[in-house]
């Protein structure tokens, strides 16, 4: 088990420029989450994956978001255009059903310039 | 709607000096209480779950405790190597997602 793994750590992008991020959660995790964190906040919840499907979005989520996670493995969450109030950590999370708790990845943080 | 407050916002101690965190939530339908610890620039790290009033959880020098309204994160004669930001989680019942809903989270400075 070697936990959650997020890449990249940290990415700094110009406004409007595209990122990516990718999550590689615990393998036998069939749920799969994002969440956002800003300085001083508590994480705040984005979307939502069991296996493949994606089962919830966050109103934070807005259309500049996507996130996917093909053959419920690895997800992929994309900010197009990003703006400078995308500066983030970005966090991804596993678990698995009936499981007691997420285990949370180290994030990818963020910084539009 | 849910919700969950922490407090303090920052807590100061001495190497040894007890103390309580204090999360107090409103929710719907209370399915889990989680309590984590994140270090600075890394990802919250799970320590317990509580689910019914009543219940207590310990792991070295913590305790976790559960009212219907609140619940406290009790640290023991703690240690520099505690020092954290200790976030306070809630899930409800609603929806098939479980996604948690966390408060700002208590920063607990631990000095020699």
């Known amino acids: 088990d070697t936990g959650v793994s997020q890449n990249p750590r940290h990415k700094i992008t110009k406004r409007g420029q595209n990122v990516t991020f990718r999550c590689d959660p615990i393998s036998e995790h069939n749920r799969l989450y994002w969440y956002r964190q800003t300085l001083g906040q508590g994480p705040e919840f984005l979307t939502y994956?069991?296996?493949?499907?994606?089962?919830?979005k966050s109103r934070l989520l807005s259309d500049r978001f996507s996130a996917e996670r093909p053959k419920g493995s690895f997800s992929t969450l994309e900010i197009q255009r990003t703006e400078q109030g995308d500066s983030a950590m970005y966090l991804c999370?596993?678990?698995?059903?009936?499981?007691?708790?997420?285990?949370f990845g180290s994030g990818t943080r963020l910084t539009v310039v | 709607e849910d919700q969950v407050t922490q407090s303090p916002e920052a807590l100061r101690l001495q190497e040894g000096e007890s103390s309580s965190l204090n999360c107090s939530y409103t929710v719907s339908g209370l399915r889990g209480l989680f309590w984590y610890r994140q270090d600075p620039g890394k990802g919250p790290e799970f320590l317990f779950t509580l689910y019914s009033a009543g219940e207590e959880k310990e792991k070295e020098r913590l305790k976790a405790t559960l009212t219907k309204k609140e619940s406290f994160l009790h640290i023991t004669a703690p240690k520099p190597e505690d020092s954290a930001t200790y976030l306070c989680?809630?899930?409800?019942?609603?929806?098939?997602?479980?996604?948690?809903?966390f408060g700002t989270g208590t920063l607990l400075a631990v000095q020699p």
């Open positions: 999370a596993s678990s698995q059903t009936g499981g007691d708790g997420y285990t």
């Open positions: 994956f069991q296996n493949e499907a994606q089962l919830e």
């Open positions: 989680a809630v899930q409800n019942y609603g929806g098939a997602t479980n996604k948690l809903i």
